[in-house]
């Protein structure tokens, strides 16, 4: 890849003129390791009344353009910004709920949590960079 001069982006460099050139795709490699999974319960005190919970855990590793973009898209009119430090998502889930099956009416009362750790959001992301950079992009 080099510089367009004209336009200040990347472009696909050809023999002869690859002087200044760079490898547009350098070596990476990254083994992200995680489970997802999750266990719960259901307790019945009467034939109408039951307690239920539930804990799972989530894992999500960085896609492609999380860590490996440093362009602007032409088709959508996006610039990704990737970074290769990325580590995986992992999430906590908790929940736990009461049950009444009335005559008349069925009554659930749930509780719930989710926690996650090392959360990717790109957009958050890609605005620090650009106002860093003092760059403009058509991202939301």
């Known amino acids: 890849m080099s510089e367009d001069p004209q ?3 990347g472009r696909h460099s050809r023999l002869p ?19 997802s999974g999750s266990v719960g319960f259901t307790f019945s005190f009467t034939d109408r009344v039951l307690i239920k919970g539930n ?10 353009n999380e860590i490996g973009s440093n362009r602007l898209d ?12 990325f580590g995986p ?14 005559k008349e009416a ?11 750790d090392h959360y990717i959001l790109s957009g958050e992301i890609i605005r620090r960079q650009l106002a860093a ?3 403009s992009s058509n991202t939301t």
């Not at 929940?95 to 009335?102: R, S, V």
């Not at 069925?106 to 996650?116: K, T, V």
């Open 89 to 102: 998502e992992f999430s906590l889930q908790e929940d736990i709920g009461l049950m009444a099956n009335l």
């Open 17 to 35: 003129d690859t002087a200044g050139a760079r490898l547009q795709f350098p070596d990476f490699y990254n083994r992200y390791k995680g489970f």
């Open 7 to 9: 336009t200040g982006f």
């Open 106 to 116: 069925d009554i659930s009362i749930d509780c719930f949590n989710n926690y996650i």
């Open 133 to 135: 950079c003092n760059c």
């Open 55 to 64: 804990v799972a855990r989530g894992y999500r590793a960085p896609n492609i």
């Open 74 to 85: 032409p088709g959508a009119h996006i610039v990704y910004l990737g970074n290769r430090s």
